[in-house]
């Protein structure tokens, strides 16, 4: 007999329901958040067909290829939509989402979500190191442009970060009481300065030793960054089985809405993952406005750039890189730059 599982996670423990094909429960319980405490629960059932959901979250890899090593079925589920159908429901308990969720993977009105492997997260995990650091470094400059201005002292709009402590440190040093509040959080800012150096120069390593991800840097503006971001979040060519569903899944697409005589096509859906969309606009940005190689999709860009205006134009070049990265990486092949005839 077929039987679901649905578990609703939580960080230190997982509410579990089992129910039949005929959505009658057979099982609940109420476990901590560990693989072999879910896994001797659900012992009984490894006999039947059983299948495991869950909504995709947090612990969604843990869990999902834990759960998957010890021989069950498992399934993540887009969160959007579970939450959507569990928010008809009544009362909100840990044991009632989790028999929603069981019913979610019995009718199967949901859409199963990627897991993306471990490499794919050890990636992640590296860009997101990088980014948060960074942030921290021109956040504690912007703090110290700020307090600058309450004594009357105004730096220039633009400075470079590697040349920030050098250009703020003798203005510091000059005036004693400057020195006993900022000097700390200059020698903070250089500190985390040296990490964010760090951590790019091993992205920039791990991009160099990759051959897809230099595959990726041969197409003009695409650098380590948009390379191990997209690689990243894609995990895998054959998970498209499209390279035109590749941009409407980091929504580079325009959302619509149809019905009867309505048609209202609008901007951009901005779904999925903002990071790889912000990588995607940077390397076309970068193509279309910095670098000096010629492509096909330069060329289209800036023509579509003197109809539509730069930030259209940018936008629909991003959504060809996303096309032309995935196409390079399913054939292996490599990004052919043939400028058109006459092209600006």
């Not at 879910?38 to 890899?61: K, W």
């Amino acid at each position: 007999m077929d039987y679901f599982a649905g578990l609703d996670v939580s960080l230190r423990s997982v509410a579990v329901c089992v129910i039949d094909a005929n959505g009658r429960t057979a099982f609940q319980r109420l476990v901590t958040c560990e693989i072999e405490d879910i896994s001797g629960c659900l012992a009984d059932f490894t006999a039947c067909d059983l299948r495991i959901g869950f909504e995709a979250g947090a612990m969604s890899q843990h869990l999902f290829f834990g759960l998957q090593a010890n021989g069950f079925d498992v399934v993540g589920m887009e969160a959007r939509q579970v939450n959507a159908a569990l928010s008809a429901m009544g009362n909100k308990t840990d044991k009632t989402d989790a028999r929603g969720i069981a019913n979610i993977l019995r009718s199967g009105w949901f859409n199963p979500v990627h897991v993306k492997s471990r490499e794919a997260h050890a990636i992640r995990a590296l860009l997101s190191s990088r980014k948060a650091v960074q942030q921290k470094c021109i956040d504690l400059a912007n703090e110290m442009r700020g307090l600058f201005r309450i004594f009357g002292l105004r730096l220039p709009s633009r400075i470079d970060q590697a040349s920030f402590d050098e250009r703020v440190r003798s203005i510091i040093e000059a005036d004693p009481n400057l020195s006993h509040a900022l000097l700390p959080l200059l020698d903070a800012r250089a500190a985390l300065f040296a990490t964010y150096r760090e951590l790019d120069r091993r992205l920039k390593q791990a991009a160099s030793r990759d051959e897809t991800c230099l595959r990726f840097m041969a197409i003009p503006g695409v650098g380590p960054i948009a390379a191990l971001t997209f690689k990243a979040a894609v995990d895998g060519p054959k998970r498209f089985t499209s390279s035109r569903t590749v941009a409407a899944h980091f929504g580079l697409t325009p959302r619509r809405y149809q019905s009867g005589e309505m048609d209202n096509p609008g901007r951009i859906s901005k779904a999925g993952d903002a990071d790889v969309r912000s990588a995607l606009y940077a390397a076309a940005n970068a193509m279309m406005m910095r670098s000096v190689a010629s492509s096909e999709i330069k060329s289209w860009g800036l023509r579509v750039m003197r109809r539509k205006g730069r930030r259209k134009a940018v936008v629909a070049v991003a959504r060809k890189l996303a096309v032309v990265m995935h196409r390079v990486w399913a054939d292996n092949t490599e990004f052919r730059q043939r400028p058109l005839e006459g092209a600006v």
